[in-house]
């Protein structure tokens, strides 16, 4: 009988540590992927006035028209995107160009955010409003979900990046 939870134990264990791996690896390309996408959709001109009722509303960011056109703008954005997952995927070869791209989705999805208190028509008023989500709407609010697993992904990284580098110490706080 203690040979058999042994074994049991021992199989436990390997699929702990396989899930682990999965779960380390697939959140982060995942993330690559979805930004990719995204990032090759604003070289299209349907991207690009997707996103200019967005930008248009956006405090923060509606004078990037008056320095660029939508098309530029959103080839621009599609750059940033491209590079950010581009960067974020180098974490197993390069974990500070992935602390890079991390740092870079965590800025994309903070933009796209704030669209959802920005953007005219994003709680479905035929509907009652807030709190139910337009189309729009849940198209914003899935960058919630996209920031958490980008700063997820920036933990990693740099504790990839403490255990290429153990000379790097963290300070005990305390």
Same mark, same amino acid.
Request: hydrophobic content about 55%.
């Given at each position: 009988?203690?040979?058999?939870?042994?074994?049991s134990?021992?199989?436990?264990a390997?699929t702990?540590?396989?899930?682990?791996? +999965? !779960?380390?690896?697939?959140?982060?390309?995942?993330?690559?992927?979805? *930004?990719?996408?995204f990032g &090759?959709?604003?070289?299209?001109?349907?991207?690009?006035?997707?996103?200019?009722? #967005?930008?248009?509303?956006?405090?923060f960011?509606?004078?990037?028209?008056?320095?660029?056109?939508?098309?530029?703008?959103?080839?621009?954005? $599609?750059?940033?995107? @491209?590079?950010?997952?581009? #960067?974020?995927? +180098?974490?197993?070869?390069?974990?500070? &160009?992935?602390?890079? $791209?991390?740092?870079?989705?965590?800025?994309l999805f903070?933009?796209? *955010?704030s669209?959802l208190?920005t953007?005219?028509?994003?709680?479905? /008023?035929s509907?009652? !409003?807030?709190? @139910? +989500?337009?189309?729009? !709407? $849940?198209?914003? *609010?899935?960058?919630?979900?996209?920031?958490g697993?980008?700063?997820?992904?920036?933990?990693?990284?740099?504790?990839a990046?403490q255990?290429?580098?153990?000379?790097?110490?963290? /300070?005990d706080? $305390?």
């Amino acid at each position: 009988m203690n040979r058999r939870n042994n074994l049991s134990a021992a199989r436990s264990a390997k699929t702990v540590a396989m899930t682990m791996q +999965l !779960g380390t690896g697939l959140p982060r390309f995942s993330l690559v992927v979805v *930004i990719a996408w995204f990032g &090759a959709m604003k070289f299209t001109s349907y991207e690009a006035q997707g996103i200019q009722p #967005l930008i248009a509303h956006s405090p923060f960011m509606n004078w990037l028209y008056d320095v660029f056109s939508v098309t530029t703008f959103s080839f621009l954005l $599609g750059i940033f995107e @491209l590079a950010a997952a581009v #960067l974020l995927s +180098l974490k197993p070869w390069r974990p500070n &160009a992935s602390i890079v $791209g991390c740092v870079m989705a965590i800025a994309l999805f903070v933009a796209t *955010i704030s669209f959802l208190f920005t953007t005219p028509g994003v709680f479905e /008023a035929s509907a009652g !409003g807030f709190p @139910l +989500l337009s189309l729009a !709407g $849940g198209f914003l *609010i899935k960058d919630v979900a996209l920031l958490g697993l980008a700063v997820w992904t920036l933990a990693d990284a740099l504790a990839a990046r403490q255990a290429a580098s153990p000379s790097i110490a963290v /300070a005990d706080v $305390g």
